[in-house]
């Protein structure tokens, strides 16, 4: 607890000429030393270390949490003398003025600088513990403690180890009292930059000052490991098949995304981060890829002669013959919800566009001296000299040019002669 006090005893000294005194008639007295430098004699040492007790043991009132002890060394040297001269408050005095308590402490170095002094070790790895809380939750560093947590599981986040930038160092070490500090006080020094000061007070001097304003003695690197999911998007592939016709596609196959884990690694510097890497990638599931197929059959300009109802669905409002005081050279067809007008068999568009009172008119040869005529089209979808296919869409139902309505005007022609639709199409 404290420095041991050495008792050294000299001769016993001898006085007068011809005269011997017994030893043990005259008194003792002790001489006081603290280190090498003498302070004075006492005839009861043991108020002297009573002394000393008493005043370590009030120090240790006040300092429970430290291992106090004297800095100097206090000894005592026994002495036969004829006269006793009691110095008894002069080595109080001394030992008043002189001793200096100190703790037993462990340094704290931070990159080689010394930054605080604490009482422990444990007291000291608190200090790590609070800087790195300033940007990592308690609950996340008690894990961290218990050693490397499992990786994430998917959509999850976790911290995987939390350090210093720098090297951290501990020292065992003894200082007076006035320079132990507590967690508080070293965590303030660590966070507004201020290594322990080698010598003058640091709340006197210019550089102590100008150390308060600068950047952390160390930053807090934490690393994090995220796992997620990713879609793996479908690729198209087109085939060509002589099934379909020229034009027309159909899916064969449905694509479907995949899926894939990624685990990403962050690195942050205190609360910015520096770095991201994708560490891990695997897929979970294949994409499907969608296949589509895309028809290249010629279609076929010739028609077959088997009239297909030009509409999609609707009625017959006004049959071919007399109307009006005119002849009605065909039939007129309305009453649909879907106006898609199509092509009665396969040919080849040799008339598109506007003609007085057809409006929106589209003409079709059907390569076997049949050709028919679709009127009034709200908006025609086809080009002259394209080819088109029986069913094939080529207008939209309206009712432009001389129209009373939205409907379809539908001739028949053979040979250049004027047929009754009826007798090819029904609705």
Same mark, same amino acid.
């Given at each position: ?229 990713? @879609? $793996? &998007? ?12 020229? #034009? =027309?596609?159909?899916? *064969? !196959? ?43 059959? @010629? $279609? &076929? ?12 669905? #609707? =009625?017959?409002?006004? *049959? !071919? ?59 025609? #979808? ?46």
């Amino acid at each position: 607890m404290w420095k041991k006090l050495a008792v050294t005893a000299i001769s016993v000294v001898s006085i007068g000429v011809g005269t011997a005194y017994a030893e043990s008639s005259l008194p003792t007295v002790y001489h006081v030393y603290i280190d090498e430098q003498h302070v004075g004699m006492v005839e009861n040492q043991a108020e002297v270390k009573s002394e000393l007790r008493e005043r370590m043991e009030e120090a240790e009132k006040d300092h429970k949490e430290l291992n106090l002890s004297y800095k100097e060394e206090v000894s005592f040297k026994e002495q036969k003398v004829l006269s006793v001269k009691d110095e008894s408050s002069k080595v109080m005095d001394s030992l008043e003025s002189e001793l200096t308590l100190v703790a037993d402490v462990m340094r704290l170095h931070i990159n080689g600088d010394p930054v605080a002094h604490l009482p422990n070790e444990e007291k000291a790895e608190q200090v790590i513990e609070f800087v790195k809380e300033k940007y990592v939750a308690e609950d996340e560093l008690e894990i961290l403690e218990k050693g490397t947590p499992e990786l994430p599981a998917v959509g999850e986040t976790k911290v995987m180890d939390v350090g210093l930038s720098v090297p951290v160092t501990m020292e065992e070490d003894q200082v007076i009292l006035p320079q132990v500090h507590t967690v508080e006080e070293a965590v303030a020094r660590v966070e507004e930059g201020r290594p322990y000061p080698s010598n003058h007070s640091e709340t006197t001097t210019f550089m102590g000052m100008m150390a308060k304003s600068k950047k952390p003695l160390a930053d807090v690197v934490i690393t994090e490991k995220e796992r997620k999911e990713e @879609k $793996i &998007p479908y690729k198209v592939e087109t085939k060509k098949t002589d099934e379909l016709y020229k #034009g =027309e596609s159909k899916v *064969k !196959q449905e694509g479907e995304n995949g899926k894939r884990e990624l685990l990403i690694e962050r690195t942050y510097r205190n609360d910015q981060e520096i770095e991201e890497e994708t560490v891990e990638k695997e897929v979970v599931k294949e994409p499907v890829k969608k296949v589509i197929l895309q028809g290249t059959k @010629k $279609i &076929p300009s010739r028609g077959t002669g088997d009239f297909a109802w030009p509409a999609v669905g #609707g =009625e017959i409002t006004s *049959k !071919q013959g007399e109307r009006w005081g005119r002849y009605h050279k065909g039939i007129d067809i309305a009453g649909v919800s879907n106006k898609t007008i199509k092509a009665a068999d396969n040919g080849k568009v040799i008339e598109a566009g506007y003609r007085n009172s057809f409006g929106n008119k589209v003409v079709i040869d059907h390569g076997n001296g049949y050709e028919t005529i679709y009127a009034h089209l709200s908006s025609i #979808g086809v080009k002259k000299g394209q080819i088109v296919k029986r069913g094939e869409k080529i207008g939209v139902m309206g009712t432009t040019g001389r129209s009373t309505g939205v409907h379809l005007h539908f001739e028949v022609h053979k040979d250049g002669s004027l047929e009754n639709p009826l007798s090819h199409v029904s609705p």
